[in-house]
């Protein structure tokens, strides 16, 4: 998810340095979406550099690279808005990232919501047949699915909502 994240905020912030991306995402507190270190944020940055999506733009003043996201780039940002629009956990994490540069790929946005609506739907309805029988679960187990369940209706009314702000 480093990537998306990246090249999103890259996509915001154009000619960015890879300090500047790592302040922003502290002061702004994306790490409650994306667990970063410094390390594994500096490794991707240049591993995205090392594939072209990333291109260094010259500056005579910068001790450190700036960066701007390459056509390619571009191809891969929205790739990696697909796959992570798809992910749909118990907590939408992927989601959250995603739904972070929802304005740069909003074309994109009916097709995840419709994604995200289907599968949590599928959810409850797996959610709610366990908890029809729970003698068979273990003991504390049908207050842990009656939580899961509430959250996934509420995702569910979230993901509905936002629908509605992307028409097809």
Do not use: C
Not at 10 to 21: D, I, N, S, V
Not at 123 to 151: F, G, M, R
């Amino acid at each position: 998810m480093i990537p998306l994240l990246i090249l999103g905020l890259l996509q915001q912030r154009p000619t960015a340095t890879g300090y500047e991306l790592l302040s922003y995402l502290r002061t702004h507190h994306l790490n409650y979406v994306v667990h970063v270190t410094k390390g594994s944020f500096y490794y991707n940055l240049q591993q995205l550099a090392d594939k072209g999506w990333l291109a260094p733009v010259p500056s005579a003043e910068a001790k450190e690279n700036r960066y701007r996201t390459t056509d390619s780039g571009t191809t891969r940002f929205r790739e990696l808005m697909v796959t992570y629009g798809q992910v749909n956990d118990v907590t939408p994490t992927a989601f959250y990232l995603v739904f972070l540069f929802a304005d740069q790929a909003t074309d994109l946005m009916p097709t995840i919501l419709d994604q995200q609506i289907t599968t949590t739907k599928a959810k409850i309805q797996a959610t709610d047949l366990a908890l029809t029988t729970p003698e068979d679960l273990l003991p504390s187990y049908a207050t842990i699915l009656a939580n899961t369940v509430a959250h996934h209706r509420a995702n569910l009314a979230w993901f509905q909502r936002l629908h509605a702000q992307y028409p097809s």
